[in-house]
Antibody
Framework: QLQLQESGPGLVKPSETLSLTCTVS??????????WGWIRQPPGKGLEWIGS???????YYNPSLKSRVTISVDTSKNQFSLKLSSVTAADTAVYYC???????????????????WGQGTLVTVSS | DIVMTQTPLSSPVTLGQPASISCRSS???????????LSWLQQRPGQPPRLLIY???NRFSGVPDRFSGSGAGTDFTLKISRVEAEDVGVYYC?????????FGQGTKVEIK
C-alpha cells in the first residue's frame, strides 16, 4: 500500500528557508505514471497547490510562489523535497505531499488529479 | 488563475437525507484533450483530503456509490444521496485543466 510521509522542521524563522521531504513507500517514485506534488493548507483555511515534479525532474510551479519554490526529486532514496525561501507568517500551514495521476497529452505527460495524500505536517513560521 | 466558487459554504443535513454541493469555475474546464479535469475531495476532521470523484463523475476506488458527480463546462455538482455520520467534513472541488491547479473554498457538511 502506498504511503507518503512528510518530514522536516515544524518551526522556521521568518526570512529563512522552509525545507520538507516526502518519503514514498509501497511504490516507486520513478514510475512513469505519476507526478509528485506539494499542497498546503493554512490553519482553518482552504487548499493551495504549490507545485509538482516528475521523476525526470520536470516541474510545474504555482506562479504565486514560483520565485521562492524549488521542488526536487531523489530517485535513489524514493523521496522528493520542497524548499520555500524567504518565509513569512503567511507561509504557516499544514504541508501535504501527494501523488498525482497523469495522462499523455500529445508528447507530454501531464498530471491530472491527486489520488494519494500524505498525512501532512504543520510548519509554523515564527521567531 | 481559474477561480472555483462553491455553494453553499455550510450544509447542515439530517442523517439519511441528501446533500448537494455546487461548484462553478470562472472559465471552462474542458481541456484541449477533450477531458474535463474536475475532481471532488473530502476532508474529514483532522485528516488529509482524499479523492472522491475525478473527471466530473468517476468515483475513485473504494468510494461509496451514494456519492455522485455531474456537470459540464463551468458548472458542477457533488451529491450525497443519503448522508451518513462518516460523511461529516469539508468538501472541495478542484480543477487540473489549467495551471496553477486551484481549489474551491470548501463546503462544510455537518449533521443537524
Amino acid at each position: 500500500q502506498l504511503q507518503l510521509q512528510e518530514s522536516g522542521p515544524g518551526l522556521v524563522k521568518p526570512s529563512e528557508t522552509l525545507s520538507l521531504t516526502c518519503t514514498v513507500s509501497g511504490g516507486s517514485i520513478s514510475s512513469s505514471s505519476y507526478y509528485w506534488g506539494w499542497i498546503r493548507q493554512p490553519p482553518g483555511k482552504g487548499l493551495e497547490w504549490i507545485g509538482s515534479i516528475y521523476y525526470s525532474g520536470s516541474t510545474y510551479y504555482n506562479p504565486s510562489l514560483k520565485s521562492r519554490v524549488t521542488i526536487s526529486v531523489d530517485t535513489s532514496k524514493n523521496q522528493f523535497s520542497l524548499k520555500l525561501s524567504s518565509v513569512t507568517a503567511a507561509d504557516t500551514a499544514v504541508y501535504y505531499c501527494a501523488r498525482l495521476r497523469t495522462t499523455i497529452f500529445g508528447v507530454v505527460i501531464i498530471p491530472i488529479d491527486i489520488d494519494y495524500w500524505g498525512q501532512g505536517t504543520l510548519v509554523t513560521v515564527s521567531s | 488563475d481559474i477561480v472555483m466558487t462553491q455553494t453553499p459554504l455550510s450544509s447542515p443535513v439530517t442523517l439519511g437525507q441528501p446533500a448537494s454541493i455546487s461548484c462553478r469555475s470562472s472559465q471552462s474546464l474542458v481541456h484541449s484533450d477533450g477531458n474535463t479535469y474536475l475532481s471532488w475531495l473530502q476532508q474529514r476532521p483532522g485528516q488529509p483530503p482524499r479523492l472522491l470523484i475525478y473527471k466530473i463523475s468517476n468515483r475513485f476506488s473504494g468510494v461509496p456509490d451514494r456519492f455522485s458527480g455531474s456537470g459540464a463546462g463551468t458548472d458542477f455538482t457533488l451529491k450525497i444521496s443519503r448522508v451518513e455520520a462518516e460523511d461529516v467534513g469539508v468538501y472541495y472541488c478542484t480543477q487540473a485543466t489549467q495551471f496553477p491547479w486551484t481549489f474551491g473554498q470548501g463546503t462544510k457538511v455537518e449533521i443537524k
